[in-house]
């Protein structure tokens, strides 16, 4: 069944039904705007963490707060009908004990109408994530990189090269035991996501990964062109919108300062017109 075809959102079982079949389709959103542009092209839809940084200018994801994003999934599901909605739990909002987890994914869900949340972080977490999907939540784990833990990783590096390669193995297995319905893999070795991708038993989504993962995502700010900070390798740049919108705005300024803008088209007069009747 199509995108467009759909009746409804797909559930988290859905997501899990589509191992092994058509590869997955998945942006961050964080806008009504942005999420009515992809709702009928996407299976589900991520409210990314990746919001601080894109939106609100901080270094890293760790900045980020649960008000943070309750008020972007509020705005994102405004503007989904066919795609499902997952949500991302922001940094020390789960890690402390499977209890704070809990009282937090509860909280995203209720809040914003999420399918489902997601969390980073591999057998450390399975406990957590048997927890979560016991009491009727949801999760989407995230293994690689975890950007949450930049810190200890040492930065955006790629993982699992190597010797290396079945420290993560062992986390995507873990996270499958504990009743994951997919894994996000980031920044790994294509032969390692493709080798996950064969031995798990759920949906695997790349991020610079592999296209032999179950399915895809991208931060759709790199994916456009919006966020031009930097770029990383596995971004692949569908349209250049940022220097668009700089040029727009630049030819904004110096129609205003020439004063060439507004003109009488976009003024009113002491009587109504035909045209304002109509906006």
């Known amino acids: 069944m199509s995108a467009t075809a759909r009746k409804k959102a797909p559930n988290a079982e859905d997501i899990r039904a589509r191992k092994g079949g058509t ?14 542009l992809m709702d009928a092209h996407c299976d ?61 994914a509860a909280r995203l869900m209720a809040e914003t109408g999420a399918g489902a949340v997601k969390l980073e972080g591999g057998v450390e977490m399975a406990e957590t994530i048997r927890f979560l ?21 040492g930065g955006y590096k790629v993982q699992g090269r190597a010797e290396l390669s079945d420290a993560v193995v062992d986390d995507a297995r ?64 569908y349209a250049e919108l940022g220097p668009l919108a700089e040029a727009a705005i630049a030819e904004y300024a110096s129609d205003v300062r020439a004063r060439a803008f507004p003109t009488d088209a976009h003024v009113f007069s002491d009587q109504p017109t035909p045209a304002e009747t109509t906006v």
């Open 174 to 237: 873990a996270v499958a035991k504990a009743g994951a319905f997919s894994v996000v893999l980031e920044k790994v070795p294509q032969v390692l996501a493709d080798r996950i991708t064969e031995e798990v038993d759920i949906p695997t989504i790349g991020i610079g990964a592999s296209a032999g993962c179950d399915g895809q995502i991208l931060v759709v700010d790199d994916m456009v062109g919006f966020f031009t900070a930097f770029k990383p390798k596995f971004v692949k740049r």
């Open 23 to 36: 590869p997955l389709v998945s942006l961050t959103a964080y806008t009504t705007p942005m999420a009515q």
């Open 44 to 104: 589900f839809v991520l409210v990314g963490d990746s919001v601080g940084m894109v939106l609100h200018g901080l270094t890293s994801t760790l900045g980020v707060t649960m008000e943070m994003m309750i008020l972007h999934g509020q705005a994102v599901a405004r503007g989904l009908n066919k795609a499902m909605m997952v949500i991302d739990m922001p940094f020390a909002s789960y890690e402390e004990s499977t209890e704070q987890a809990f009282r937090n």
């Open 133 to 153: 999907v016991k009491r009727g939540i949801p999760v989407m784990a995230h293994i690689g990189l975890t950007p949450q833990s930049i810190n200890t990783l």
